[in-house]
């Protein structure tokens, strides 16, 4: 098969791993109608449900389209919690929502200066883009208290989750 892009091993990651505790942070969560500052804590105590953290690329990259095609499809707003982050704006983010009709059953947390991703030890530079860095792939299943209970992150670029594995753990 012929790619328009190259697959690229990726350094292994420090990130938190099951049974630990996910780091927390504050950055603007959007949905349809507005955002605000948000911490990861309140998003975990306050959900009846696990927490799916998704890390992806920026919005208008064929991965966070990708990404967030499928977990529309596969409904997973229907067992779990389910917010994103990246580098994006607030102002992109509210374009994906709608753009992948998404919109009331999921949140993204914009992160422009990376900051999260450096937190959970997942941040990469983005190719031929000097002091330009976004979070590789990842997804994190968190309980009320933050307590990683499923971790994945991409081994290589592009990398997808298996979703499959992640309903599991739903």
């Given at each position: 098969m012929d790619l328009d892009f190259?697959?690229?091993?990726?350094?292994?990651?420090?990130?938190?791993?099951?049974?630990?505790?996910?780091?927390?942070?504050?950055?603007p969560l959007v949905n349809e109608e507005f955002w605000e500052d948000v911490a990861l804590s309140s998003v975990c105590a306050d959900s009846d449900d696990p927490v799916v953290l998704v890390f992806h690329a920026m919005d208008g990259a064929f991965p966070a389209t990708y990404v967030w095609n499928e977990i529309r499809d596969r409904g997973w707003h229907e067992k779990a919690t389910v917010v994103g982050l990246s580098i994006s704006t607030p102002y992109a983010h509210k374009d994906l929502l709608e753009e992948r009709d998404i919109e009331g059953d999921y949140r993204l947390y914009s992160d422009p200066a990376n900051g999260v991703?450096?937190?959970?030890g997942i941040a990469m530079e983005l190719d031929g883009m000097a002091g330009v860095a976004e979070p590789r792939p990842a997804?994190?299943?968190?309980?009320?208290?933050?307590?990683?209970?499923?971790?994945?992150?991409?081994?290589?670029?592009?990398?997808?989750?298996?979703?499959?594995?992640?309903?599991?753990?739903?």
């Open positions: 190259d697959v690229v091993e990726l350094e292994a990651t420090d990130h938190p791993e099951e049974g630990e505790t996910a780091p927390d942070f504050t950055r991703a450096e937190q959970y997804v994190f299943v968190l309980d009320e208290d933050r307590t990683v209970e499923y971790a994945w992150v991409a081994e290589e670029w592009p990398d997808f989750p298996d979703y499959d594995a992640v309903e599991a753990q739903l």
